[in-house]
């Protein structure tokens, strides 16, 4: 009783009605004693009972019934107590409702909301990592004042969670948070901060929404990351490129200097290496400062374009509005297809982009003029697109099209919809106004229109004769005239009132028609509206001025009536216009003047386009659309006159670090000095491994990360080897396949290449790259199985070793193969063997040999009269680099030109900044024809991206750029078939470009093949049991991914070339270079 | 970015609310009442509202404003894209997107609205994703449901968003296996008076119905890709592969999808498959207007010409038409002034034809325009712009597809001038 009696108070009126409607109560005893009320209260009895029943399919009923009100808007906030305790219900559907319910009451009912709150942190816990990213978005949406310190909590946790899901979530939190307590701002940017360096897709969109809202003058923190927001951008999902668009278009423009110059045809000089030490000599001789476009510019540019494509019509607006804000001027007209392309969309879409095409259409004719049949109206368009279409059509007019355009006028002026023929006039009045040629045909198409039935087409036509009137009065007294005989069945304001300006404008060349004008007026005066009368008052004054005989009296009469009126602007006027024109004493010096004030020549209208002005704000944005600032819009930022320096952006090559193992970088840096391996390392690798925690869902993130944490190791010896991180779980079953080939094994190393016996060899083992999600590598404490398999591995590889190189001890040898020594003597199958006991049934695929075929391509670095006598030269050896193994050697030979000796030549400055390079040692001396040969190890990161850097002797600096070919990138590796099958089915899909090329037959013989594809790439020949398929394996360098080709050849001399690699971007690279090099050998 | 939306039907009640941040009064409407008012037609409500403290973004389908409220600065079409994209999964789960069917299936909209948008920023729009969240009513589960007082919420959660094929379930099972293309092209034109054509131009997409087990990877390639000038393409597809090869290579998303949308490129002349003869005329002085119309194949590639429909918006001051169709029927009405033929197909022998006398009102004067004619008409097995599908490839799964295409060519934005 006493409850009901509460709701009673609480119930609002509107829920009453509401819940009356629901179906009839499953009435309870109490709620028929409320009958009286109404049935609402027994209503809301009735669902809070079903709430606090047992049953599951009640609660579910209840809830589905309340968000029905909460969706009508009405009140249930009465419900709060029984909906909340069921938030920790195990039927999802339940669950999701009471969040639906929280989220929106919450903030109603502080108190009994912190009621849910424990539950949500214990599902921050749980291990699933859609439970944890759900119940953040519900704490998060919760605005509830006294949880701030909770959510900061759960957010920072959630930042660093591995799913990258999670991380996004709280990048939406962070949002939440901020506009919850804006106090959070500092530790928010912290956040954020964080979060922009994640490398997931996933997060990049949403981080940077929280990057916006927060704190959007924050520029700096883009600095770092603007080059990675580029790269992945193609992969965001649509939303997120939206967002990241506009903000590098704000980014950029703050960062880059103008591309809009006169001489900005040189901008693409940049992307040619060789230019750079041109450019320099030019800068030198000439004070003309060519514009090169920056890098990063460029890239933005480049990695934008594609989305012009896209479905969603908010991507392509976003990229078209970065070409127009970022572009040289000539790249802009890219974007006009596709802005076209969605005029096909539905009606609102057509509105925003034809508000944007307006504008651009206004600075830039030549864009549209060649779609501008696109822009015809038809009879079925809305009127705001007919108008907006018209206008673009009125922009785009030039003498050649504007008969056209005039013909297509002619159609729309008999439109049904006057509002869009009245507009059609005025358009036709710009287009006078502006060609010249056209402006009497225009003029008299004006004049006839003036016959027309419809008087709001007349009123249109006699503004805007009246505006080209004022342009060119001499000639056309005759229309005037021909108004004034209209004037009588002319009713709108605004019309008559144009007539009558007219009339006084020019009452001279109508001299007998004007009085007689001002004597209708004089009678209907009272009845007209003011702008009417006003110009009434001006003809008068006029006319008083100059034909005062006649029209004294009128004027007299009508300043009369003008005193008296209601209107206090017009009584103003009369006041007025009766001490300038009307002689006395004491206005005397203002009388003389009277005339000269009145009949000054006027200066012509100029008809504007109504989107002059809009240029101001950015394309694409709602302050443009409206033509009005909105809240939050962020200006953009006028060209700075000399970029910021560009070094900001460089980033520090990726580290193999994660953020929840930092302990890993250590280890890498410290190998990096050591010589040998050491115990140490290995200890340490092991602990860094162990402690970095295992998460199973991460998927893509951590695949990616084990994939660069395969690049740590190094080594000064002659051994390059990767670190392992294989799969932890153990593969006893193995063991007999092992034992079976260890036979053959023996045999193969004779296959090796006695020439590659003092060449590098190389290993990795490296991990699976889908799979071994859980990098948990070698864990420290290794379940019982696996030491099981390692102990009967290591004699195996051990004697295997000692054989070859005996260079390791057995102590050195780590569960996973980590140090397998000169693994190029090693038989794929071998290999394979090896790969078993590392304990990973994915890896076995994954071993790098060095080349059997180096080409010795030679190119240019350095010209020796750019050089001052210096002349470099640089080739790839194709050999694994001593340095570090994520590096590519390249050797370079530095010959004196000159006639003195060269002293302390070294590298310089680089970049970007953070290009690894492992120099030469400074050369001391150079004597004059003397040349040395010297090697580099360059970390390209698997981008073909040239690498700048400076060579200086004592006395010059040059800038030199090493510009790798796709396959340089590579390293071999050797793998048997089956291997090769099985790795290129794991990288169908996404990660397969193919391509069918044609041979000639004569090149079809295996040698060419092979002579051919590593004559381009550096990759191994993996064996083949057909004869007409050929494959070829490789790694890259940088991130140790698998590039496989396959080249299957078919009848007619046709050949389909496969390439399978995560690395997209590679492969088609890649594709492009083979199919140059096989189709024409 | 989007703080609520309003669902407005066309006469004016909000019937659905839903906010994202706090909740925002449904008094903000009011600013959108005010423009209907104003708008003579629904259709000439601004999309883009600005009221004192929020900016309304609205959207018009299927006679349901959908009103967002918007507090600061965001790209408008960012917003109208996801209320079209709301509309469009609405129409996925229920079939239609009336009123009726979002009241009956407020629960799985609420749901819906849910997962779309995080604090405003849209989460999951891919319609697999969200079918794997939430499932779409279907009479039959519903009858389960109610019975078995089971959920239309999954049960495990959706690992497509996660993936690297986020517009593709996992686990995807078929009995039989197939994968239908629809080509389809629209004519959009306007004819003038005496039957040259002013624009035309040639849209196309290619609708696709994949029902394919697992992950499938297809390759399509066309005879004749030059004709494609500007492509859209759904996100399954690699542009790199289409830049370099100019072959559509995809993962398909499960179910119905549309892969590619296209602009014929308007070097080559359309040929334009029908033509009309038409004489309407109104005299001065007098009360009654001539109406006379023929309909014509022309170009057709011998196909014929079906579900031909004429509609005419005729002049203000007609009452009402006393006409006479050779084949088909037609309806006036008085009120809209709307004239409608559905002709049918044309039959080459007996050209369809419509004549007869329209009265207009005593003592008006003539109307000084000519109505516009618009007419719908469709053409099975052809694509007008003559793009050929060369082949259909599957990789990356053992069985064999049953593999269909179709062509169809549409009026689009079809106009006659008179």
Known sequence: MSTGALYNDQGSAEAAVEAGQETTPTSSGSGAAFGLFSTDFKKNEDLKEMLESNKESLKLEAMKRIVGLISKGKNASELFPAVVKNVASKNIELKKLVYVYLVRYAEEQQDLALLSISTFQRALKDPNQFIRASALRVLSSIRVPIIVPIMMLAIKEAASDLSPYVRKTSAHAIQKLFSLDPDQKEQLIEVIEKLLKDKSTLVAGSVVVAFEEVCPDRIDLIHKNFRKLCNLLVDVEEWGQVVIINMLTRYARTQFTSPWREDAMFDENNEKAFYDSDSEEKKGQADVKTYIMDPDHRLLLRNTKPLLQSRNTAVVMAVAQLYWHLAPKHEVSIVTKSLVRLLRSHREVQYVVLQNIATMSIQRKGMFEPYMKSFYVRSTDSTHIKTLKLEILTNLANEANISTILREFQTYVKSQDKAFAAATIQAIGRCATNISEVTDTCLNGLVLLLSNRDESVVAESVVVIKKLLQTQPNQHSDIISHMAKLFDNITVPMARASILWLMGEYCERVPKIAPDVLRKMAKTFTVEEDIVKLQTVNLAAKLFLTNSKQTKLLTQYILNLGKYDQNYDIRDRTRFIRQLIVPSEKSSTLNKYARRILLASKPAPVLESAFKDRDRFQLGTLSHSLNIKTSGYQELSEWPAVAPDPSVRNVEVIEPVKEWAPSVGKAKQSKSEDKFYSDDEEKEENASDSSSSDDSDSSSSSSEESGSESEEESNEESEKTSSDSGKSSSESETEPKNNSKKATRKKKPADSDSDESDSKASSSSAESSSSSVSDSDDDSEPPAPQKKSNVKARPKVEVKSKKEVSLLDLDDFSPAPMNAPKPSVFSPSLLSDLEGLSLSNVSSAMQVTTPSFGPMKTFELLHHMTGKGLSAKYHFPRQPCLYQPSMVSVQVILTNGSDHTLEEIHVGDRSPASLHIHCFNTIERLEPRASVTVSMGIDFSDSTQAANFQLCTKEDQFSVSIQPAVGELLMPSTMTEADFCKEQKKLLGMNETSATITMTTANTSSQTINKQVLSVANVGVAPSSQNNFHRFAGRTVSSGALVLVSLELKESSSALLTINTEKSIMASMLLQDLKQALTEA | ?418
Request: with cysteine; hydrophobic share 40%; charged share 20%.
């Open chain 2, 1 to 418: 970015m989007i703080h609520s939306l309003f669902l407005i039907n066309a006469s004016g009640d909000i019937f659905l609310e839903k906010h994202w941040k706090s909740v925002v009064s449904r008094s903000v409407c009011d600013y959108f009442f005010e423009a209907q008012e104003r708008a003579t037609e629904p259709e000439n409500v601004p999309p883009v509202i600005p009221t004192p403290h929020h900016y309304l973004i609205s959207v018009l389908r299927h006679r349901i404003y959908f009103v967002a409220v918007i507090q600061s600065e965001v790209p408008p079409l960012f917003v109208i894209e996801f209320l079209h994209r709301v509309v469009d999964t609405f129409q996925d789960y229920f079939g239609v997107c009336t009123e009726a069917a979002i009241k009956d299936n407020v629960v799985v909209v609420y749901e819906l609205l849910e997962e779309m948008l995080d604090n405003g920023f849209p989460l999951a729009t891919e319609s697999n994703i969200l079918k794997e969240l939430i499932k779409p009513p279907t009479i039959l589960r519903t009858m389960v449901n109610t019975i078995t007082g089971s959920t239309n919420v999954g049960e495990q959660l959706p690992t497509g968003q996660l993936s690297v094929v986020p517009w593709r379930r996992t686990g995807v099972k078929y009995t039989n296996n197939e994968a239908y293309f629809d080509v389809v092209e629209e004519i959009d034109a306007i004819i003038d008076k005496s039957g040259s054509t002013i624009t035309a131009e040639i849209q196309g997409v290619i609708d696709a119905c994949v029902k394919l087990t697992g992950m499938p990877d297809l390759t399509l390639s066309f005879m004749n890709p030059r004709l494609l000038d500007d492509v859209s393409f759904h996100p399954c597809v690699r542009f790199k592969r289409w830049e370099a090869e100019r072959i559509l290579s995809f993962i398909p998303p499960d179910g119905n999808f549309r892969l590619l949308s296209y602009h014929v490129s308007s070097q080559n002349l359309v040929a334009i498959p029908v033509y009309v003869k038409h004489n309407i005329t109104f005299r001065e002085g007098s009360s009654q207007g001539r109406f006379d119309l023929t309909l014509g194949p022309k170009q057709t590639m011998g196909k014929a010409v079906e579900s031909v429909l004429v509609s005419s918006q005729l002049p203000r001051g007609v009452l009402n038409a006393n006409l006479n169709p050779s084949q088909g029927a037609y309806t006036f009405d008085p009120v809209t002034k709307l004239l409608t033929w559905d002709v049918g197909k044309i039959n080459p022998q007996k050209l369809p034809n419509l004549k007869g006398t329209m009265n207009l009102q005593a003592g008006a004067s003539k109307p000084d325009e000519n109505p516009t004619i618009n007419i719908q008409f469709k053409i099975q097995q052809m694509a007008i712009s003559g793009l050929k599908v060369n082949r259909l490839d599957m990789y990356g799964e053992k069985y064999k597809p049953f593999k269909g295409i179709k062509y169809m060519t549409k009026a689009g934005k079809f106009q006659v001038r008179t």
